[in-house]
Each structure stands twice: as C-alpha cells, then as structure tokens.
C-alpha cells in the first residue's frame, strides 16, 4: 500500500481484497420469510454473494454477478452458486449512485428561516440569489453540533436507502457557522465508511472577501479533517474579489494537496464569469483536474461562442461540473456541455432546508427531475441522465473505475425496473443495497387493491409485478 494521499488528500485505501469493516452494521432481512445466510460457507458455494437473474444496462439477457473478497469476480450468464443469493427477478443492476453536492450541515433544517429564502433563490431568473444566501445565514442561529449531526445522519441513511455511495458534502464554515458542522461530519464519515463514503467541503458560504475570517477558518477545518476546499467566489462584491477569492482558496488547495470545489455563478445572468476564472486559476496554480464547478447556471444564458470557450478552457483545466436543475429555474446546459467533452453529474442540492423543501437523498429522483428540466425524453437521452448519477458523476469527482464489472469494487444496486426508463418512472429505492460485497439495506413495499364490495383483488393478468409491489 502506498503511502500517497488520493485526490481528496486522504491516504491511499487499504488492499480492496482485506475484508471490509463496517461502522454500519444494517441487519439483513433477506426476502420476505426467508433466513438469513449460514454464518459460513457451504462447500459447494463459488461466491460469498451471488445476484441472480439480472437485468444489465447495454446487454441482452439476463446475469448472474458473483462477488468474492469485496470484488465483482464474474459477470456471466451462466448459473452461479453463492452463500447469499439475490434473486433480481429481472430487474436492472447497476453501480451505486454518486451525489456529487450536498449542503449536509443544513438538512432538514426548513422553515427556520421562513419562506424568503426560497423565493428569493428560485424566484424568476434567479436576480436575488444572493439575496436568499444572505437571508438563510438566519439557519445559523443557534446552531449545534448535535442537532446538525442528527440531522446529518439521518440524511446519510437515506443515502444509504436510495443506494448512494459516495456524497460531496459541503459544510459552512463562516464567521457566523464558524467550524460547528465540520466536527459532526468528521465522525459522520468515520461510521459510514465502507458503506456510504463522505467526502467534506469546507465551505465559505459568506464568501471570503466580505466576511473577514472566513479565510481562516477554512484553513482550521481542513487541519480538522475536511477532505475539499470550497468557495463561492459568485457572491463577492467585485469581480476582483471573486477572482481574489479564486485565488486564495486555490492557492490553499495547491498547498494541502486537495480539490477544489466552488459554487460559481448561481444566477442567470450571463456577466457572472467566476466558472471561466476559476478554470484559468486552475491552470495557473497547476490544480488541472482537481476542480469542480457547482451550480453554473449563468452559462444556460450564454451565447453559444460563449459556452464553446468556456468548455475549451474546462478541458484545459480539468474542471468538471455539477448541476441541480431541480432547485433553481435557471440550469446549466448538461447535455451541451457533455457533448464539448466537459463531464457533468447531478447533484441533490438541499433536503428540506430553507432554499428547497423537498429532497430524499434519492438520485434516481434527481434523475427523473432533470430529465424533465433538460426535455430528457428519448432513450439516448435517459440513458444520458442515468450516466449523470452513476458513471459519469463519479468521473466528476475523480472516483473512476471499472464499474460493473469483473475486477470492480462489489458495490451494486438491485433496482425496481427492467430498464433506465423504468427505474426513472418509480425512482423508488432499490430493492438491495450492496456495498463492499455485502448486503447493507433491502427496501420492499406492497399495496393490496380493495376496491367496494369485490374485497381484495389480485393484479389483473398481464399487469407487471410493479402494479402490485411499488
């Protein structure tokens, strides 16, 4: 094992093929009236964990996956044999989901600011954005470390529900937050590793220039663990500032050996320019590849020159982007971006806190919002925004690697549907969870039709399984 850190300034992992350990321990249920798996293996099992009868994104037929070790060690048609068994019945496999933003510190925290917040952010085209980062600093009051890390763990079990395995979390650490939330998601990341991987933004949410501090006490969280250096150079008074900003956390960036992560140009107004500075600081500072660009809204009302710079000057930099068209009526321009060869995910944004009073932690809802924001309606164009919470969002944060398939990591989902459209329609959580070769939640629900005095009805013949199990 090397002692180099990895693109989030971590040392490097242990051997993938030790046996994992779990802070996490979810109990297994198994099908419904089924036992558990034998404590150990039978003689005649080939796998710890086999998959059965899968449905696979690109390939005719149906699979089974067997997983030994932590790894994906087959991927065949042929029967496997394994101590645990999922029975997938058909439905899609695939590799867990990435979200690529989160404001962790703030989940669930809506209504404590009242409803300016949000009006002001999703208002129009966004005009008062800033504004609404102004008016949600009033969250703040009183904040403590045991409700934002309650709030956050229950936040990181729903991802642990919806199947996500890797979170860019950003937590506020400005003069009014100071470094309250960096503790709580220190220890959060600590128990759900192995499970559900938190990676940690410090984030000046005030900006750096207009609130003296700042500056410092993003320093003190990365020396306290926070894994990204973040900025919101957007909201400085001044393009000088913006691009001072840019500079200083790019410089602390270069300095610790860390990504960068900025919310840039969260507005639709076509003269905020900060994801063009923070793409040439890049450059600059020899940060190529270890930048992200957050939100970049603005650039859904460039002029099509405009957009072709940009992305010229993102794939000189490295710098990869995330959207949240679900939060904002202003979006970036996924697919236009995409096909210039600059790589985008989907982020979840917010759950139920002052700036949007919806969100579960559920990529495949995400998925199925953009698709509508983005006019996602072909095959090829769902497909696209699959891409964008799996593969793709987690190209976006550096994480790259085999997939689903022979030599990968034995991190999968079991989802309710035969296709991409399909899980689309039902975005409902998988029905298996696996991470590191282990099973680690199983989600079931059921309805039973009563319809007046015919009592319980059966599905109608020829009606998929899912119109009676959602």
Known sequence: MSDQPDQFGRPEQPDPLAEPSYAVQPEYRGEPDQPAPPDHPRATDQFELVVTDAALRGRDGRYSIGVSDGQIAAVQQEPLSGRVEIDAGGNLVTEPFVNAHLHLCKAYTHGRAGDAVASAYAGGSMGAAMSAVELASAVKDGYGEDAIEANARRAMFEAVRHGVRHVLAFVDVDTKAQLTGVGPLVRLREEFEGVAELYIVAFPQQGLLRDPGAEDLVRQAIALGADVVGGIPWIEHSDDDAREHISRMCALAAEHGRMVAMLVDDAGDPALRTTEMLAAEMIRQGLEGRGIAHHARAVGSYAEPSVRRLANLARQAGLTFVSSPHTGPAHLPAFQLADLGVPVAFGQDDIEDTYYPFGRN??????????????????????RVFDMVTGEAAQVLGLNGPGLAVGGAADLVVLDGSSVRDVLIRHNPPRYVVAGGRIVAVN???????????????VPAGWPEHGAAT
Do not use: C, I, K, Y
């Open 362 to 383: 559920n990529m495949l809802e995400v998925a199925f919002l953009a698709a509508h924001s983005l006019g996602a309606v072909t095959h090829q164009a769902l497909e």
């Open 444 to 458: 079931s629900s059921s309805t039973a039709f009563h319809l007046g005095a015919r009592g319980e009805q059966s």
